[in-house]
């Protein structure tokens, strides 16, 4: 049995286990962007089978259908194009800052 489960056996005091926090942040950080990363794939599967089937929704044509997935791609472009210059703008806020 090891020394800190001795010490909860016996109702002493406990103190916090070493955990190198940068380590821990760094492995959270890479778990989150993995997970973002994936679940943006996903999203984009679904939406490209969503898109590929519009023609089967009652009342929607093949003009129509190409209508709605132009607006949609320029859509993405744009909010693309808004997080790339947010981004930037973020960068070089950072760069000044230190």
């Known amino acids: 049995?090891?020394?800190?489960?001795?010490?909860?056996?016996?109702?002493?005091?406990?103190?916090a286990l070493p955990v190198r926090?940068?380590?821990l942040a760094e492995a959270w950080n890479r778990g989150f962007h993995a997970g973002a990363k994936r679940q943006n794939e996903?999203?984009?599967?679904?939406?490209?089978?969503?898109?590929?089937?519009l023609e089967e929704i009652p009342g929607i044509?093949?003009?129509t259908a190409?209508?709605?997935?132009?607006?949609?791609?320029d859509f993405m472009k744009e909010k693309?194009?808004?997080?790339?210059?947010?981004?930037?703008?973020?960068?070089?806020?950072?760069d000044g800052y230190r």
């Open 21 to 23: 926090q940068a380590e």
């Open 1 to 15: 049995m090891g020394k800190t489960l001795r010490r909860i056996r016996r109702g002493g005091e406990m103190t």
């Open 42 to 53: 996903l999203d984009t599967q679904l939406m490209m089978e969503w898109l590929g089937k």
């Open 61 to 63: 044509g093949q003009k």
């Open 80 to 94: 693309r194009e808004r997080n790339e210059s947010a981004l930037e703008q973020n960068n070089t806020a950072a």
């Open 66 to 73: 190409w209508k709605i997935r132009e607006h949609f791609l």
